[in-house]
């Protein structure tokens, strides 16, 4: 099902309706800051399988998640003083922040170092589905693994449709990626280089 929403002002009977389909365990397509993502609830074990299955990605990746709010990230994720700033400053934002794993994280979606990546999108849909389903979602970008990410909504219900419960059409956005940015040592360390702007960080490696 391909579903249009309004970026701008998204209508709350249709983001309802998306949500719903998350809560019963969905696999969806939708409109981030950056391009198309694809995520399920961080609790349904067997869409988080599926996500793996649809990009055909190595299981020793695990997918990053969104949180609406800084409140929310500060329960996934153990955040340092100097994080919290950081994340206070560049939120919502392009940006994909590696923290360390709380309790509350399934296995999952953690690596063998108990960390996880978390992003607040800077657009208002995506904030929206995670904010009326109560808990986040996971997100990576909407192609098959090694492949470019697609930023048109009808490309991506063309491609994967047929594997997706919804897709959510915010619009076409450029296929671009989030900044990767390490919080895990005593100062931010950038993993990769995306659209988010990394100057402000000492380790650019």
């Not at 995520?39 to 074990?45: R, V």
């Not at 100097?82 to 919502?92: I, N, Q, S």
């Not at 909504?153 to 990767?180: A, H, I, N, W, Y």
Request: hydrophobic share 40%.
């Amino acid at each position: 099902m391909l579903i249009t929403i309004n970026p701008d002002n998204p209508q709350q009977r249709l983001i309802s309706q998306v949500a719903e389909v998350l809560e019963q365990g969905g696999v969806i397509a939708y409109p981030t800051d950056t391009t198309y993502g694809i995520g399920c609830s961080i609790f349904s074990k067997k869409g988080v399988e599926r996500i793996y299955q649809i990009k055909q990605r190595e299981r020793k990746k695990p997918f990053s998640f969104i949180c609406p709010t800084l409140s929310e990230v500060a329960r996934y994720a153990k955040v340092s003083n100097y994080a919290f700033k950081l994340l206070k400053r560049l939120l919502p934002g392009p940006y994909t922040f590696v923290l360390e794993a709380s309790s509350v994280v399934p296995d999952l979606l953690q690596t063998r170092q108990k960390t996880v990546g978390i992003r607040m999108p800077d657009n208002a849909i995506c904030l929206a589905l995670v904010t009326a389903l109560g808990h986040p979602i996971v997100t990576t970008s909407a192609n098959i693994s090694g492949e470019e990410p697609i930023g048109d909504p009808r490309e991506v219900f063309r491609t994967m449709g047929k594997q997706l419960d919804m897709v959510v059409d915010g619009g076409v956005l450029p296929p671009d990626v989030s900044s990767v940015v390490s919080l895990l040592g005593d100062s931010p360390e950038v993993l990769r280089r995306g659209v988010g702007d990394v100057s402000w960080c000492v380790g650019q490696g």
